[in-house]
């Protein structure tokens, strides 16, 4: 999206074509040091500090005064042609006079550097115009940023609290490293701001904000997040987050709701989140790699009955199931899933429900069945559509990086699928 002025407005008026499409605006490209700042916003003014600065970044390096009418403004930040501008208008002010400090995590290794500004230096609507303006020292940190992240406006609009897409943009610019820094866990709740006195009980910001905004960030994002936690005595005094990259093709369960409920009924399954290590976690590992994923719940389970593992559980088998170390002498047991429990279903529904169940496992078998030289066709494929897959190596077809093959497992189950399905439409 460019500067929109309102005689382009009045001409996209009379032609009657539509103001915006969310799918067709490019990332935001945004500063490091304006993601990771304080304040307490709510998930609209974040959704709309977003969209305000997507609107004015091809320009804010020569100015610092924008327009965008507010039915785009409306549109971008998910509340549809919305014509309820009062909302806007509080939203647009509160943004404008909150305190921000900004780059709270490189403060935090450079406390000499430290800044606070306010978000927007004023704002107005005007005949159906929003006509903002940004803080000169703000203009000069956002016009040409050496870190930033690329945010996505529309999988910024799938979330619903503000806490979770705070933390969602803290952690995405750190997902190609796979964690961010331990930082002292005042600073964390100053960024997801949740800085409200009822928070100073580890125990209540932990089940009020933390837990809610990490599993909203794994269902709904492109990253998966895990946080660790270092303690003193049994305070908890720091914090920081394990991250993998979620690919975009990765197999979702409103698409193979099957699929997922037979890896939830799986033994693996079982013992995993007897371990904490989290629903999301789980089925992506046994949906990736269902030999690597038993061997490492059994690796884990050893540990523990040597009491060789005292904290942080969930980690250490995080640690495992990435290190790419072979793991042969903990061999996955067979299992079968465990049986339904009865239902009133119908004949039809049960047997929709087998032929979901018999697509799920021809999936499987037939990625189980490639051979080498074709995986590294799939590969070559899936890395002309963007994935990464540095660490693989085509001579084994292997990779070396166990987020790098989830990723790609994740991708080629819908290949594989929609083939097998023009096969059987074929013969």
Known sequence: MVHYEPDNLLKMTRKKTALVSPDSIPPLRKAAAAIHVSGELSLLERKLVNVLL?????KIST?????IPTEVLSTLAGRGKSKNVDSLKAALETIGSTRIEFNLLETEQQPAHWRFS????GAEIKGGICRYEYPKML???????????????????????????????NCLRFKRIGKTRFVPLGTWRKLLGAQATTY???????????????????????????????????KVVEMRFLISEKHQGQLAEADFPDAIEQIRR?????????IDLGDQLAVTWIQADPERAAQTIAYVEAKLKDKAI?????????????????????PPEVEAPAPDAPTARTDTLAADDEEKERRARAVTAAVMALTIEQTTGYVEAYVGQGGRATTYNAETGKFRNAPQKVAFISWLRPQILA????????A
């Open 200 to 234: 100073d009980d580890f125990k209540r910001f932990a089940s009020m904000v933390l837990k809610p905004a990490v599993a909203e960030v794994n269902k709904v994002s492109n990253i998966i997040v895990e946080p660790e936690y270092r303690k003193e005595g049994r």
């Open 139 to 169: 203009t000069e940190m956002l016009a040409d940023p050496d870190v930033y992240a690329l945010i996505d406006l529309n999988v910024q609009n799938e979330f619903k609290k503000g806490y979770a897409l705070s933390l969602y943009e």
């Open 310 to 330: 005292k904290k942080n559980i969930p980690g250490y088998a995080r640690r495992v199931y990435e290190s790419g170390s072979s793991l042969e002498l903990f």
């Open 54 to 58: 997507l609107n004015a970044i091809d």
């Open 419 to 426: 083939q097998l399905e023009d096969v059987a439409a074929a």
């Open 266 to 274: 799986s033994d693996t399954y079982r013992r995993m989140m007897a």
């Open 63 to 67: 100015q610092n005064v924008f327009t």
């Open 118 to 121: 306010n978000m927007l230096g």
